[in-house]
């Protein structure tokens, strides 16, 4: 039965009338929607999408395609499939993370790239182990072919490397690349390395650094457009790159973006981006979304001639079958298989229709906040004052405050807290009931803030009240913090000044781990009862 999923997609018989009718009268075709594809000259035949690549189950960890061949590694061999049902299996190499293939038929060849700077190869029909002299032994992360057909593999630390299985190039990376996350290669050649250090570029022996503005975020993985243009995946945006201008589009999908595939159409890329169990569709500043039930995608290929996404991830190879206004199906020309008639596997080699996946309009994701933090934190440190007669005395001070950051933006949350101080300063006890609420700007990582707080209580048996500014320094998830503060105490007709040098800890993480270790305590004796 044809595929058919649009009412422009119309039946031979409705063309025929529609075309009658429009020259009889005179007018013009039957209009299409405002979102319709556009329809190419000549005519139009009914399209019955191809049979899916089915690949095996497990941790997928990359892919490979050229529509008619499909290549998916798992963590120690590579699985070769044809849409025709043949299949093969490669030999083992560990740590398998990307591959790349170039030709056809019995000119196809494949390269592989895993750990300490192993590389799988198929030529003339048969896979072949090699080595690549890697420097230290450093995994390889991404391979590709240069015009002349010579392997081009990416350390993942070190340098590039450039040959042939028995002769090798060595290229250096610069001191900024320290770990290298995505990698790609343009139309022209030249091969994209993005990491921590943003993207650099490699052409003609030399690496240059491409702009990418103020953005700082890694980036994970890498696709160039037909047009030169670069798109790119940093933990939270899709990163646009065209003639030195760098737009950056927040992702409306949940977690970490790990993937990213696209196609050119009339009315420019079609880019697809995945995170932890979702694809986001983007085109012209907008973005679709699709719920998935896959896991952790791994590497995304769009196979435009049927609209499926093809996504290697933790739990195999999984198709999304989709609709999109400016994607049109069209039937190709076959290629021959590389593989031998015997390598044939009957069963199980096509899927099934079962419906087209639902793009979404994507809806504005509110701006990332951090996350908050309850605090409960004991602060001991020394209180610094002035005698009467003006000489300078410093003693013990202890706090212990409750409360917690509320992020409001993402390098900004409010610090509200309210607790109890003591001090023995002057040859006085000093007790003081504390609130406030302050500002803290900065990451999990590290924040600094102002933190104005109320003080009122004893001291030395007289009622004081006044304010206590604290400089705040929080480290490690709020877990320690730093203040040096400044407090000022009217009691009576007496303004008493005196500053504060605070360290203190978040408890209540501890807490939580000496309950659960109690907990998990309790659970292996009673298992060791019984």
Known sequence: MPYISRPHRRTRGQRLIATALATLLALPLVPQPANARPVAEGPVEAFEPEPMFRGSKGWLHTLWSDNELMLVASYSSVHMHCRDGRRTISPTLYGLSKIAATGSGGLLKIAAVGNAGGILTWRAGTWEKAQVPAIDSEDLVGVAFSSDRKIVAAGEEHALYIGTIDNWQVFRYPEAIKEVRGFAQTPDGRVLLGGDHGIYSFAHGKFRRLPLGDLSETVHDIWVANDHSIWAVTTQYLVHIQDSQVKAYDAPIFGRLRAITGVETADGPVVVVAAQSDLAFFHNGKFKTHDGDYSFPEDLHLDAANEVVYI??????????????????????AKACPLPESARVVEGTTTPSSGRAELKEAKKRPAPTRDPMPILRTSFGAGIGKLADGQTTAGFAFDLMAGGTLG?????????????????????KQNLFLIGVGPLFGNEAVAVGV?????????????????????????????????VAHQWLRIGREDVHEARVMASINVLPILAVILFAAAMGRISRRRWRR
Request: glycine content about 14%; cysteine-free.
């Open 451 to 483: 933190l104005p707080r109320l003080a009122l209580g004893n001291d030395g048996g007289r009622f004081g009240i006044g304010m206590r500014n604290g400089l705040v320094t929080s480290i490690a998830m709020d877990i320690f913090a730093i203040e």
């Open 408 to 428: 409001v933006h993402r390098y900004v949350a409010i610090y509200p807290e309210v607790g109890y101080g003591h001090a023995r300063l002057r040859g006085n």
């Open 312 to 333: 290697a991830h933790r739990d195999g190879l999984t198709h999304v079958a989709f609709d999109h206004p400016n994607i049109i199906p069209r039937r190709r020309p």
